[in-house]
Structure formats: C-alpha cells, structure tokens
C-alpha cells in the first residue's frame, strides 16, 4: 500500500448519494441553494480550496448525473462520478472500489451536507494520520442528555466520555477498503459512518478534535443557521462598468438582449450590445477579474457578432467559481433615442434570466445628456453599470471542541 506520507497520496471521497428527506429543502439537500450556490459545490470548494488532495471523487444517486455536473462543473482534481447504493454504507464502498484501481495511500471520507469543513480541521486530521489507523474529529457533548420515551423523559445519561463525531474521517486506503467488504461479506450494512465499519474490522481509530462550524444539514433549521454563518464570512463588493458603441446604418439596436427597432444600429465586433458589455465589465470588476476584452478581444474572430448574453454569463460565472453569490445589478442607459421605458420591462427579465437572479435584484434606468456630448448629438449609446457581489472573506475562524 503507498505511504500517506505525501499529500499526492491524499484522495477526497464525497458521499452524495443521499435524498435529505428531512432537509425541507424541494431538491436533495445537497443539490440545496445555501447562499446563492448549492451545498454540493460549497463543499467540494471548500475540500479543493484547501491544497490537500491530488483528486476528488463523489459518490451520486443514479438519477443525479445532470445535476452533479452542473454543481462540479469547473471545479479542479474532480474524478468522474460513481453511482451509489441503497444505503451511505455501500455508497462509501462502492466509491472506495472505484479507486482501487489507482489506490490513494490515504482517503478522506466526507459528507457533501457539510459544506463548511474548514481547511485547519483537514490539515488536523492529516497530521495525525498513519498508516495503520483511522482519524476521524469529534466534539465533546456538553448538553445534559436524556433518554425520552413518548415525549417523557425515562432517564438521564450520562454524558462523561460521549463525543460527537464528525467528517472528514481519514483511513490507509487498502485498510478501510477490506474493512467495507468485510462488512458486506458480514451482512453488516447499516453502520452509521466509517469509523464504525474500522472497527468492525479492528482497525483503530484515533480522535482529533472537531470544529463546531463544521455543521451537517439535515433540518430546515441547519440551512438557516449556515446561512447566517455564511453571512458573517462573507464580504461585500461593487464593480463598476462603463461601455459605449457608436451607431452605424441599421434598423435596429440590441440592449440587454432586446432587439429595438431604430432608425441605426450599433457598431462593435459583437451585437454591440452596450448594456450587458457594461454589466459584463461590473461583474468582472467585483471579483478583480479583468474586463471583457481580457476574455473576449475584439481581434478574436470568434466573437464577431457573437451575442453579448454569453460575456454576461461568463462573468456570472466566474463569480460563483469562487463560492461568490451575485446579489444585485444596476445598469444606467445614456441615449436620446431609442425610447427605453417601453422596454425596461423586458430588458430587466432578460438580464435576469442570463445572471440567475430575481428580477427585483435586476435595475434599468435611461436617461438623456440632455443633448450634449455624443450621446446627446446622437451618435451613439453609453451605458454605466455596478454590480453587487459577496465575495467569501477567507478561512472561516475555527471553533474547534
């Protein structure tokens, strides 16, 4: 078996199989908006975030494909995903045997329902890994315990020595795969996590402490409080972004998507659409990621009279690739004609539609130069955007046991 001494040996498995039927969420938990972007991808940013791993795999319920897809898309080291069990048991088994193949020297088993892993409680669980025993983090309980029976309270429990355990547990990959199929061989199929199953197998398990944000969702009440745990990790950004096209012979102009009939067209390598190459350039600039010619110049054939819709998305894009959540655009149209109002409306849905976001997070305004300048003698359009952005402040502050 390799050493897991090098971090090349370290390997992420992700269970992701589950339905969350307690979550009160419409989807699997895990597919679950939390602040803007799903569970899922909350958590395999914030494993890749922290160095450790050479890959990522996740474990899927067979009808998940096309979602997973979407919530791992872009994300670096991800392996392709392998469909689950009936149960996490033999989701985390048939997981560990799509690695066989190229063995890892150690695997971080982790829930996809806890998105706030922090990358302190992964270098923990590292440090004290070995290869002859299993790492898991736990907390101690500090409530008073009770047994209840029909909501009465039978007994008190003693909570001396009683932990909470939490994921990522970390095994030597040979020694927690055997230790699967012998469960499996056992008929042994409901074990409630993986140290349960090392010690099934008599591998050893040692105890790190844990991290008190490292919260699973399972309840309404779990979202909620992760919501506002992200609120407070989250810093707020404005991008500003300003564009003008000049017109040209036309019938017709495009603005945030919309085709209005003109007398002229606008100029440019694109549709020249000035409105979303405005919000494009604000978006871009939240997240200090250039501006639309860095990722589209004019003097790439590709994008001749490309429509502009999909710089706009580009950016949105690279917002949420950063576990960012965009809360809010606000665009400024300068012309004397064409008459905008007539079109606010349905530029303000399209704009809409191509960030993901509610239309009431979506402004568009018009207005004159009062004739002077170039937009006020006609000759072209200038718009002016900002966009809002929650951008994460960094690794979130530890509360461990």
């Known amino acids: 078996m390799p050493s897991p001494d090098r971090e090349s040996d370290v390997v992420a498995l ?3 199989a589950g339905r969350g039927l307690r979550s009160g969420q419409p989807v699997p938990k895990q597919y679950a908006q939390l602040a803007g972007t799903t569970v899922l991808r909350r958590t395999l940013q914030a494993l890749s975030a922290t160095g450790r791993f050479s890959r990522i795999a996740v474990v899927i319920h067979p009808d998940d494909r096309l979602v997973y897809e979407e919530a791992a898309s872009g994300l670096p080291g991800m392996t392709p995903p392998v ?11 048939l997981g560990l045997e799509a690695l066989a193949s190229d063995p890892p020297g150690l ?6 329902a806890r998105p706030l892993v922090s990358a302190a409680l992964v270098a923990r669980i590292l440090n004290a890994a070995g290869p002859s025993h299993g790492v898991v983090p736990a907390l101690p309980v500090s409530e008073t315990l009770k047994r209840v029976h029909s909501n009465t309270i039978a007994e008190d429990v003693a909570r001396e020595g009683i932990w909470a355990v939490q994921t990522p547990q970390a095994f030597p990959f040979g020694a927690i795969l055997e230790a699967h199929r012998e469960a499996q061989a ?3 199929s409901n074990l409630t996590d993986d140290a349960a199953v090392a010690d099934l197998a008599g591998l050893p398990t040692h105890v790190v402490a844990g991290d008190r944000l490292n919260i699973k969702l399972t309840t309404p009440a779990d979202f909620r409080m992760a919501e506002l745990l992200l609120e407070r990790l989250m810093e707020t950004r404005i991008g500003h972004g300003y564009d003008v096209h000049a017109f040209a012979v036309g019938s017709a102009v495009t603005l945030c998507g919309i085709s209005i009939s003109h007398e002229a067209k606008l100029h440019g390598h694109s549709d020249a659409d000035v409105g979303l190459h405005a919000l494009t350039d604000a978006v871009l600039g939240a997240v200090a990621e250039g ?19 999909q710089f706009l998305a580009f950016a949105v894009e690279r917002v949420r690739s950063r576990g960012a959540r965009l809360v809010n655009l606000d665009l400024t149209i300068v012309c ?14 399209r704009v809409a539609e191509i960030a993901g976001l509610c239309t009431d997070r979506v402004s568009v305004k018009a ?11 006609r000759e072209g359009i200038a718009a002016f955007a900002t966009a809002t952005v929650q951008v994460p402040a960094g690794e979130p502050p530890e509360v461990p046991a």
């Open 14 to 16: 992700v269970v992701a």
């Open 83 to 93: 469909e689950g069990g009936p149960t996490r048991q033999d989701s985390v088994r």
């Open 107 to 112: 695997v971080f088993i982790h829930d996809a």
């Open 186 to 188: 056992f008929g042994r």
């Open 291 to 309: 501006d639309i010619g860095d990722h589209f110049p004019p003097s790439d054939p590709r994008w001749k009279d490309a429509p502009s819709a």
């Open 336 to 349: 004397e004609a064409p008459k905008i109002a007539p079109h606010r409306a349905a530029m303000r849905q």
């Open 367 to 377: 207005t004159t130069s009062e004739r002077l300048g170039f937009t006020g003698r």
